[in-house]
């Protein structure tokens, strides 16, 4: 379950790389997104994401009941401690795969709305252009000509405005796309760790029973 989820998760920051930069393959990524989002893909995707939240759900009550077993003994027993251990990695695992599934999701839609505004842009200013250029007529449609490369031009300034803060949003979430590497790492650093603290808690285990054991074997002889 713990390397599906790391599996899962390498898998996603890879995807979220691929659509910071460009490169060929970030447009063959968008368009397979994009074909996602249609058809069945939404409820596919959906049903994905709540299948890990009941999972999630689930792990935390484990949490919790382990917890509450403990604070009723009074001592913490070794092998709830390694239970303890592995579903909080594993719930912070699956906490992390759909905080990144969202990051995707966003960062899809932000680089579609540029092109949308890039080409919403390209179209408005090749429109002003002809208006330019065909200025001769009468002073009415001269006057109409103006009051409308105007109107283009103030709508030419919104949609560099709305470029602008699209751009800065991509921006923030290429930054936290980063902190979202560092943190992975901290989470396999911690997964070492956490493997590490498994082994010795079986190792005391095992002492713990080859201490039973031996009083039993001498008041057998």
Do not use: W
Request: glycine letters at 4%; a positive charge.
């Amino acid at each position: 379950m713990i390397q599906v989820l790391y599996t899962v998760i390498l898998a996603q920051m890879a995807l979220i790389l691929t659509l910071l930069f460009r490169t060929p393959l970030r447009k063959l990524v968008i368009i397979t997104l994009d074909r996602l989002k249609r058809g069945r893909g939404p409820i596919m995707v959906k049903t994905i994401a709540a299948t890990v939240v009941v999972v999630l759900s689930s792990s935390v009550y484990s949490m919790i009941k382990i917890q509450n077993r403990t604070i009723e003994g009074g001592i913490a027993n070794p092998t709830d401690q390694v239970l303890m251990s592995k579903h909080m990695l594993e719930a912070s695992l699956m906490g992390f795969m759909l905080f990144l599934s969202l990051m995707i999701d966003r960062l899809h839609y932000y680089i579609r709305e540029l092109r949308l505004l890039r080409k919403a842009m390209e179209a408005a200013k090749k429109q002003n252009r002809n208006f330019e250029d065909g200025k001769n007529g009468s002073a009415e449609e001269l006057k109409a000509m103006g009051e409308e490369i105007a109107t283009l031009r103030a709508k030419i300034k919104k949609l560099e405005s709305e470029c602008e803060t699209k751009a800065k949003e991509a921006k923030t979430a290429e930054a936290e796309a980063e902190a979202l590497r560092k943190q992975s790492e901290g989470f396999l650093l911690e997964y070492d760790r956490l493997l590490e603290d498994n082994q010795n808690l079986r190792n005391q285990l095992e002492s713990i029973d080859q201490s039973l054991t031996q009083p039993d074997n001498r008041k057998n002889m």
